[in-house]
């Protein structure tokens, strides 16, 4: 996959994956001769000096499942889960002929179960359960594989998500570790959601997460319970949350839509 040449360049072989808009290197690394450091990886995804993407990931062999997820953030670190990431993965393994239309894989924040179409171009991935819910004033906070922030707001489309976003993100409470930030506008048949991302520091098209937390959200805040479906639209697309609620805990939560190749190629480091 990495050649490495007697002038120590390094051609690596990628591929290119977006789910609703939210987009990611991806690397066959089984035979894990992958060097990347985090500057490297860090320029890469850069828009302008390298391919381009909200994130990079490193697919591996794993003994006890079909894969190893591994994640990095525009940033070039190595970051939390990526709801939207995950979908690609599985898409980019059936593309590699790994799995066929179910796969078990490993993540940073545990394994997870997925289902995709036989076309390959929709994928349903199961995300943890979550039994927390915390509130800062009227937001809600909760980690759904990664931390996130989700506030209320009106006339979304008119809002600086990336003024607002970025100052909720490094403010006292959360600047140490970062957090993402949702803001949501409830349409009535759907839920308008736009969020800023740490480790891209800056609004995304779309975060798989993000939405996720939306939705559970909004279902506590509106005292919904039992099996809950919620369409949400972003940026890139629409995607759709499904999920049952006792109350207490939230299971079974699948975050499903699209996750198509846009292309592939080489490029020399």
Excluded: W
């Excluded at 953030?73 to 059936?94: L, Q």
């Excluded at 140490?176 to 308008?192: C, K, P, Q, T």
């Excluded at 520091?201 to 975060?207: F, G, I, L, R, V």
């Excluded at 993000?210 to 369409?231: D, E, F």
Aim: aromatic share 10%.
């Amino acid at each position: 996959m990495l050649n490495q040449g007697n002038d120590n360049s390094m051609d690596i072989q990628f591929y290119k994956y977006q789910g609703a808009g939210n987009d990611f290197i991806l690397i066959d690394n089984r035979k894990k001769n992958n060097q990347l450091n985090t500057k490297e990886i860090e320029n890469l995804c850069d828009r302008r000096f390298g391919i381009g993407a909200d994130g990079l990931m490193l697919l591996q062999n794993h003994p006890d499942y079909d894969f190893e997820m591994i994640y990095f953030n525009a940033d070039g670190k190595e970051g939390s889960m990526c709801g939207n990431g995950g979908r690609c993965i599985v898409a980019f393994a059936k593309f590699l002929g790994i799995i066929d239309t179910q796969t078990d894989f490993l993540a940073v924040d545990g394994p997870h179960y997925a289902k995709i179409a036989p076309a390959g171009d929709q994928v349903e991935l199961q995300m943890i359960d979550v039994s927390s819910i915390e509130k800062d004033g009227n937001a809600f906070v909760l980690n759904t594989g990664s931390p996130h922030y989700v506030e209320q707001v009106n006339n979304l489309q008119q809002l600086d998500v990336y003024l607002e976003g970025k100052t909720i993100r490094n403010n006292e409470t959360y600047k140490a570790h970062g957090i993402n930030v949702n803001f949501i506008e409830d349409m009535g048949d759907h839920f308008f959601v736009r969020t800023f991302e740490r480790g891209v520091e800056d609004e995304t098209y779309a975060c798989g997460t993000g939405v996720t937390a939306v939705a559970l959200s909004m279902a506590k805040y509106k005292g919904q319970q039992g099996h809950i479906s919620s369409p949400v639209k972003v940026l890139g697309g629409n995607l759709q949350i499904e999920f049952d609620y006792d109350g207490k805990t939230f299971t079974n939560i699948f975050l499903c839509g699209p996750a198509l190749q846009v292309f592939e190629g080489k490029l020399r480091l």
